[in-house]
C-alpha cells in the first residue's frame, strides 16, 4: 500500500483575539490540505499584559513545535470600540512578533479575503465558514467560530500560495491593485 505524499507547505492560521485567539496548523500542496493541529488560545481573566505574554508564549511554542513555512493572521480591518480594537491589535503585535522572532514568514488577509477564499462570498456568516472548513479539511465535527476562523485564514494562504501578492483576492475596492 504506497504512502500518502507530504505535502508541500505548513502554514499556521491564527485569529487574533483578546481573550480566545484561534490557530490551526495544516499542510498543503495549495490543492489538499490536512489537519495537523487546531485549538484556540484561552487567556482567561489574566490582567492585560499577563494576556500578552501568554498570547505570545503559546504562539511561539506552536512555532517551535510545528515549524510553519509561513504564518497567516487575520486583519484588523475595524471595530466598533476603540478599546477592543486596542486590545485585538496588541494581541496582533505579540502574534506577530512571536512569529518574526522565530524567522517566520507572515501573511496577512482580511477577513472578507479569507470568506471569499474558503467559502466563494465574502459576506458568509460564521456558520457557513465552520462548515466549508469541516468540508475542505474533511473533519469528522464543525469546528468552534475561533478555531474554524484561524483553520479558513490557512486555507485562504494555502489557496493563495503561488499567486503574486498583488493579484490576490482584495477585500473591497480600496484594496484593488492591479
Known amino acids: 500500500m504506497p504512502s500518502t505524499p507530504p505535502l508541500r507547505q505548513r502554514i499556521l492560521g491564527i485569529d487574533p483575539g483578546s481573550r480566545n485567539t484561534g490557530f490551526g496548523v ?36 506552536l512555532v ?18 476603540p ?18 522572532k522565530a524567522g517566520v514568514t507572515v501573511h496577512e488577509y482580511s477577513p472578507k479575503s ?3 477564499a ?4 465574502g459576506g458568509a456568516d460564521k456558520a457557513q465558514v465552520q462548515h466549508m472548513v469541516r468540508i475542505l479539511l474533511n473533519l469528522a465535527e464543525p469546528p468552534g467560530e475561533d478555531e474554524a476562523d ?8 494555502a489557496h493563495s500560495m503561488g499567486i503574486p501578492q498583488r493579484k490576490r483576492a482584495a477585500a473591497s475596492w480600496r484594496d484593488f491593485r492591479p
Open 26 to 61: 495544516i499542510d498543503s500542496d495549495g490543492r489538499h490540505s490536512r489537519v495537523v493541529e487546531s485549538g484556540c488560545i484561552r487567556v482567561g481573566q489574566h490582567p492585560w499584559p499577563d494576556r500578552l505574554g501568554l498570547i505570545f508564549d503559546r504562539i511561539a511554542a
Open 64 to 81: 517551535g513545535e510545528h515549524q510553519p513555512h509561513d504564518m497567516a493572521v487575520e486583519q484588523l480591518i475595524f471595530a466598533r470600540d
Open 83 to 100: 478599546t477592543a480594537a486596542l486590545k485585538i491589535g496588541q494581541a496582533r503585535g505579540a502574534i506577530l512578533c512571536a512569529g518574526l
Open 114 to 116: 479569507v470568506k471569499l
Open 118 to 121: 474558503v467559502v466563494g462570498s
Open 150 to 157: 484561524a483553520l479558513a485564514i490557512a486555507l485562504c494562504h
